[in-house]
């Protein structure tokens, strides 16, 4: 499975940016999905997650409520919409997969990583 991560870029504070993956590949199995973000200097983290029929969803508490994961499976495609986007948010940001099952926010359950795209957010 590959994945390609796009739509990154530099936005106001209080802007808005959708994230787009697109996958490709042996993707006939049925994967979760899931976006991390990684800020210079810092760890890896979770940021949202959905399952492969997109009937569930999982975010962390620091982008609830502001970032909504969605997908469309007829084109392989998950997106984060990120609004009221803050300067802490700033980072790159990738998308990820792993076989389906229960959600989770550990990079470590994620078989295939995209190459991350940059997301700016300006004060």
């Known amino acids: ?3 390609q991560a796009y739509g990154g870029g ?6 808005s ?4 993956c697109a996958a490709s ?8 999905m899931g976006w991390f973000r990684q800020a210079p200097g810092k760890e890896r983290e979770f940021v949202a997650a959905i ?3 997109g009937d569930s969803t999982y975010y962390a508490d620091s982008v609830k409520g502001r970032f909504t994961i969605s997908r469309d499976n007829t084109k392989n495609t998950v997106f ?15 998308c990820a997969a792993k076989l389906w099952g229960r959600l989770t926010a550990s990079i470590h359950d994620y078989n295939y990583w995209g190459q991350g795209t940059q997301v700016t957010v300006s004060s």
């Open 25 to 32: 590949g042996r993707i006939g199995s049925r994967y979760d």
């Open 51 to 53: 399952s492969w029929s």
């Open 80 to 94: 984060l919409q990120m609004n009221s986007l803050a300067p802490e948010d700033t980072a790159v940001y990738f």
């Open 17 to 20: 940016l959708r994230l787009s």
């Open 1 to 3: 499975v590959q994945l």
């Open 10 to 15: 530099l936005v106001q504070a209080g802007g």
